[in-house]
């Protein structure tokens, strides 16, 4: 009986790292992960889709909810890009919905609890059919290169080529390259595993969370741990968004190697500024 009952709870509650196979289209595997960037790419698009045919000169109350990121994080770029913010906004703002899209597709209805019966190392277990995106290191990885790609590529548009390997690679005074183009190195890779590692983590343990609460308490209690990741998940989105702004506004300033930790700090407070007391 005791083995029955353990076999039960693992078919009801079934948290993987990494993200699970539903079904193959060719080659192609798709994943639960993969569902749930798919429903937050929709969701995105159509709402980009209603507020070009929608939108007004006097928002009424949708279009204020929708433009208030917007305008938020516009205001944030404003201040800490000068006069390239039009340019910088775009790719930025991209990121910040996505992933606060994604995080809220995990606090749907459904999302974790309704799945396929699957069999692993031979116990019976249940693949959630949509999960968060961001819980899929997969997921936050690859965002992580494209904010990487980002950040480089401002630094050469601005610098050029040369500038940008001086940057990186000459060290000031001369004589300390060899010490600390290693350290330059390793610090631009590491943002890298920085903003995977961080928005993965904190993600995957609001599932986590949410999971234990659903098995071990009354519809009723999960609510409130609902609200918190609601509030996280916004956090999350606008730390690994204003991080990445930051990181482009390092590059193309051109501050004569300043890969140091001075500007690495500057890097952290500068997205801890915007994130509400007790949230970080």
């Given at each position: 009986?005791?083995?029955?009952?353990?076999?039960?709870?693992?078919?009801?509650?079934?948290?993987?790292?990494?993200?699970?196979?539903?079904?193959?289209?060719?080659?192609?595997?798709?994943?639960?992960?993969?569902?749930?960037?798919?429903?937050?790419?929709?969701?995105?698009?159509?709402?980009?889709?209603?507020?070009?045919?929608?939108?007004?000169?006097?928002?009424?109350?949708?279009?204020?909810?929708?433009?208030?990121?917007?305008?938020?994080?516009?205001?944030?770029?404003?201040?800490?890009?000068?006069?390239?913010?039009?340019?910088?906004?775009?790719?930025?703002?991209?990121?910040?919905?996505?992933?606060?899209?994604?995080?809220?597709?995990?606090?749907?209805?459904?999302?974790?609890?309704?799945g396929l019966h699957v069999v692993e190392d031979g116990h019976e277990a249940v693949a959630p059919i949509i999960r968060p995106a961001s819980a899929d290191l997969n997921?936050?990885?690859?965002?992580?290169?494209?904010?990487?790609?980002?950040?480089?590529?401002?630094?050469?548009?601005?610098?050029?080529?040369?500038?940008?390997?001086?940057?990186?690679?000459?060290?000031?005074?001369?004589?300390?390259?060899?010490?600390?183009?290693?350290?330059?190195?390793?610090?631009?890779?590491?943002?890298?595993?920085?903003?995977?590692?961080?928005?993965?983590?904190?993600?995957?343990?609001?599932?986590?969370?949410?999971?234990?609460?659903?098995?071990?308490?009354?519809?009723?209690?999960?609510?409130?741990?609902?609200?918190?990741?609601?509030?996280?998940?916004?956090?999350?989105?606008?730390?690994?968004?204003?991080?990445?702004?930051?990181?482009?506004?390092?590059?193309?300033?051109?501050?004569?190697?300043?890969?140091?930790?001075?500007?690495?700090?500057?890097?952290?407070?500068?997205?801890?500024?915007?994130?509400?007391?007790?949230?970080?």
């Open positions: 009986m005791p083995e029955e009952a353990a076999e039960a709870g693992e078919s009801l509650i079934h948290v993987a790292i990494k993200a699970e196979t539903l079904f193959h289209i060719g080659p192609i595997a798709v994943t639960n992960s993969m569902i749930g960037t798919l429903i937050a790419t929709v969701v995105l698009a159509s709402l980009a889709f209603w507020a070009s045919r929608n939108s007004a000169v006097v928002p009424r109350r949708f279009q204020s909810v929708l433009e208030f990121p917007i305008e938020f994080l516009a205001d944030i770029v404003r201040a800490q890009s000068g006069s390239r913010w039009r340019a910088i906004l775009p790719p930025v703002l991209t990121i910040f919905l996505l992933v606060l899209v994604a995080n809220y597709v995990g606090l749907l209805p459904g999302v974790g609890t309704v997921f936050t990885l690859a965002l992580a290169l494209v904010a990487f790609v980002l950040f480089v590529g401002w630094g050469i548009r601005a610098n050029g080529v040369r500038g940008y390997l001086k940057e990186t690679f000459v060290a000031n005074p001369p004589y300390m390259t060899p010490l600390m183009t290693p350290i330059h190195i390793v610090s631009e890779l590491s943002r890298i595993i920085s903003l995977s590692m961080r928005l993965f983590g904190n993600v995957f343990a609001g599932e986590i969370l949410l999971a234990v609460m659903l098995a071990l308490t009354f519809a009723i209690v999960p609510v409130a741990f609902l609200g918190l990741e609601m509030i996280f998940g916004a956090v999350q989105a606008l730390v690994f968004a204003l991080l990445t702004l930051t990181y482009i506004t390092l590059a193309t300033a051109g501050h004569g190697g300043g890969h140091d930790e001075e500007h690495e700090s500057a890097a952290h407070d500068a997205a801890d500024a915007a994130l509400p007391a007790g949230a970080h």
